[in-house]
């Protein structure tokens, strides 16, 4: 089920992406935002590695994010 992210956060989370030179605060952001407007338990980012075989969670919140982050799946 997909949930509506209101303009408004878009709005804010591009604000931020272009005042941030990095991606990390940029990406630990947009998942923060994103899990309190969807109201979830646990949320993260995984990315692609360079090979495009593996992805690595980057960015985890919530009661199992120490398990998630740094995971990697092939």
Known sequence: MAAFIPSSIVLELGQ??????????????????IQ?????EDSAIW????????????HAIGPQSSKMAGSVMR
């Open 16 to 33: 931020e992406f272009s005042s941030m030179p990095e991606l990390d605060p940029i990406l630990l952001s947009i998942l923060t935002q």
């Open 36 to 40: 309190n407007t969807v109201a979830s």
């Open 47 to 58: 990315l692609l590695n360079e090979a495009e075989v593996d992805i690595t969670c980057v």
